[in-house]
């Protein structure tokens, strides 16, 4: 199973990104890239790879014990990373509790024995850039947005981590949350 840690957005946030994608629709077209579907937008905390069935359960309850406060995140700037043919929504500035709440994460799955992030290393040369993937598959960057004065910031209240399972059989990439009580 390929699995991530991610915060998932609440639905008000939810429909504003795909809100947001929506206005950017014809810029992500002529950069020849393609909108994430909405129920896959999520803000990557940690990205686990491929792990076996029997450690799913025990992570997703480890998970479920790790207690946030809840804090809000306003997503208010576009980005690309050319390398990825990526278009992203992020903040402008990382709130303090964000850093914490991926730092917990990271310090959960080193208690676990796992390493994440091996994709994406916190380091000099790849620091921590949260953001939401809002279009893939772009044939050039599309250059950054600031927000208009006042009318595009989105603000996301941010409850707990969830861990997700990534399955890209069939060609679409669709994510699920993994239930600590359920799963697999």
Known sequence: MRLF?????????????AGL????????ARAGGWPVPAENLHLTLAFLGEMPKARVAPLAASLASLRVEPFAIEIERTGSFPASQVLWAGPTRVPPELDRTRRRVLLLLSRAGLTGDAEHPDSPDHPFVPHIT???????????AAPPPVSWCIRWFVQ????????????????????PCCDP
Do not use: K, N
Not at 162 to 170: A, E, F, T
């Open 5 to 17: 840690i991610a915060l998932w957005p609440d639905p008000a946030a939810r429909a504003a990104l």
């Open 21 to 28: 994608q929506r206005r950017l629709g014809d810029e992500i």
């Open 134 to 144: 809002l279009a893939r598959g772009l044939a050039r960057p599309l250059a950054p």
């Open 160 to 179: 707990v981590p969830r861990l997700v399972c990534s399955d890209g059989s069939g060609g679409a990439r669709s994510y699920r949350l993994v239930d």
